[in-house]
């Protein structure tokens, strides 16, 4: 089993930018360097390319955000929720199915 850190330069999963990544034996060494400072694992990028920090193994994911990168605050407040367009799928499909109430009660 392994459990892979990743440094991304937007929210994980919303387009291809994930910058680079390592693979790591135990979770124990791949939440070291998940709660560590970027710059101590990724030293060469500046702290303005790495917007996110994502671990991903068995049963364990996680992500955060790059606490050094200088439009973290703007990101907080204009970033949509990641579930967005699931949870509008899930609603329209209640709402065919249920009507108004279906939609309310998702909305």
Same mark, same amino acid.
């Given at each position: 089993m392994s459990y892979a850190? $990743? %440094?991304w330069g937007s929210y994980p999963g919303a387009n291809d930018d994930c910058w680079m990544g390592e693979d790591y034996d135990s979770i124990e060494e791949a939440l070291e360097v998940f709660d560590a400072p970027v710059s101590e694992f990724a030293p060469h990028m500046s702290t303005d *390319?790495?917007? %996110?920090?994502e671990l991903d193994g068995p049963e364990t994911y996680k992500?955060?955000? $790059?606490? *050094?990168w200088d439009e973290v605050n703007d990101w907080r407040v204009k970033a949509p929720h990641p *579930?967005?367009?699931w949870h509008d799928e899930i609603r329209h499909e209640e709402a065919m199915l249920q009507g108004i109430a279906g939609w309310n009660e998702y909305g």
């Open positions: 850190v $990743n %440094f *390319d790495v917007h %996110f920090v992500v955060r955000v $790059n606490p *050094d *579930d967005t367009e």
